[in-house]
């Protein structure tokens, strides 16, 4: 920021199993989306190294990282992105007819609990409903990996429950990595690993011996 220098994060490190669900963890400004968004391929990183099995992305060029964010990662903001004037099952389609191996926009509306709202528009459907169009739209690749930032955000709790039981259910059937951010400790409760980040700084790694299912969320 001119002559103001930032550092978003400070000497993180972290590691992120196949298949595993985590919950990062921290108040706004805490450089969570900077990680997030590092993890993603959206940044890259001033200093230190990021990499994707045997792929070191802190080195990869424009073109190596839209390859990575193409192939292997799906993203799902806090603010749903859909183009207004297509169908919920066009929405999804766009991904799929750029995918390698995609799966069909039906499947993945159906994974995301949507099977009967496919030739909706995005303003014929609920907050809670757009948000899971938009889930269905990322896992539509077959990511490797899912990055959400701030998925119930501009949910109340009982819509908000319903996105989080989609994330576990794709969590589950798909196998992605995938890793929340957010800054509502309940929403934590359901992780296989809880990342507590402060500062810039993770400040706590902690496993939960028992996962809570999201329908029993209260925040």
Known sequence: MGAV????????????????????????????STLLNILGGLDVPTAGSVRYMDQDLSG????????YRRDHV??????YNL?????ARENVALVTEIARDPMTPEEALEIAGLPDRMDHFPSQLSGGEQQRVAIARAIAKR????????PTGALDVKTGIVVLEALDRVNREIGATTAVITHNVSIAEMADRVVSIYDGRIAEVRRNDRKVPASELRW
């Open 143 to 150: 990511p490797r990996v899912l990055l959400c930032d701030e």
């Open 74 to 79: 799906g993203f799902v903001f806090q603010f």
């Open 5 to 32: 220098e930032v550092h978003a994060l400070r000497g993180v490190d972290l590691d992120l199993y196949s298949g595993e669900f985590v919950v990062l963890l921290g108040p706004s400004g805490s450089g969570k």
């Open 83 to 87: 183009i207004p004037s297509l169908t």
């Open 60 to 67: 990869a060029g424009d073109a190596a990282l839209t390859r």
